[in-house]
T-cell receptor, first 116, second 114 residues
Framework: AQKVTQAQTEISVVEKEDVTLDCVYE???????LFWYKQPPSGELVFLIR??????QNEISGRYSWNFQKSTSSFNFTITASQVVDSAVYFC?????????????FGKGTRLSVIA | DTGVSQNPRHKITKRGQNVTFRCDPI?????LYWYRQTLGQGPEFLTY????????KSRLLSDRFSAERPKGSFSTLEIQRTEQGDSAMYLC????????????FGPGTRLLVL
């Protein structure tokens, strides 16, 4: 079975601080995909990034960066110079490759509050 | 707007009533997923379709829940004899079957059962 753990329930930072959201996953499959989604107060889940299990390169997109480490089964997300608009709930998710991607397994989310 | 759409956005009903939600996926996507999200939790998978075929159903999908996707386009999720425990956000997502597909989500339907 697959499982995603986001141990941080809530984080509060002051604007311009850097913040890292942790994600630890469990799966016995060797081919899998990891995702991060953002859920602002409006409720819609917004896709941020997808990573496959064979690509451990870290990725940077503007103020966002992701650190994927298979050795520790972690896929952490860092926001640099946080802004008030980053306030949202962030979800890490996992799917495995079984003749096409299976449904996503989500963590419980981390609520990020960025204070001006 | 070419994203996933869901209707209605909000639904309030009395216990015991039936409700139906609709999801229109991104037009070129042949996979459609339903998830349920309760307060403070991540979304949980309910069921998914590839074209008109329902490929998988979660144990969360009790006999009171039924989903359809006629002609492989829009999908409906019906809950019969609603219970207060059905109160949640119902999310729809769609994806293609290309390699490394990503699921894109709609705005959700928030259900409150009184």
């Amino acid at each position: 079975a697959q499982k995603v753990t986001q141990a941080q329930t809530e984080i509060s930072v002051v604007e311009k601080e850097d913040v890292t959201l942790d994600c630890v996953y469990e799966t016995r499959d060797t081919t899998y995909y990891l995702f991060w989604y953002k859920q602002p107060p409006s409720g819609e889940l917004v896709f941020l990034i997808r990573r496959n299990s064979f690509d451990e390169q870290n990725e940077i997109s503007g103020r966002y960066s992701w650190n994927f480490q298979k050795s520790t089964s972690s896929f952490n997300f860092t926001i640099t110079a946080s802004q008030v608009v980053d306030s949202a709930v962030y979800f890490c998710a996992l799917s495995v490759q079984n003749s096409g991607n299976t449904p996503l397994v989500f963590g419980k989310g981390t609520r990020l509050s960025v204070i001006a | 707007d070419t994203g996933v759409s869901q209707n209605p956005r909000h639904k309030i009903t009395k216990r015991g009533q039936n409700v139906t939600f609709r999801c229109d996926p991104i037009s070129e996507h042949n996979r459609l997923y339903w998830y349920r999200q309760t307060l403070g939790q991540g979304p949980e998978f309910l069921t998914y379709f590839q074209n008109e075929a329902q490929l998988e159903k979660s144990r969360l999908l009790s006999d009171r829940f039924s989903a359809e996707r006629p002609k492989g386009s829009f999908s409906t999720l019906e809950i019969q004899r609603t219970e207060q425990g059905d109160s949640a956000m119902y999310l729809c997502a769609s994806s293609s079957t290309h390699y490394q597909e990503t699921q894109y989500f709609g705005p959700g339907t928030r259900l409150l059962v009184l």
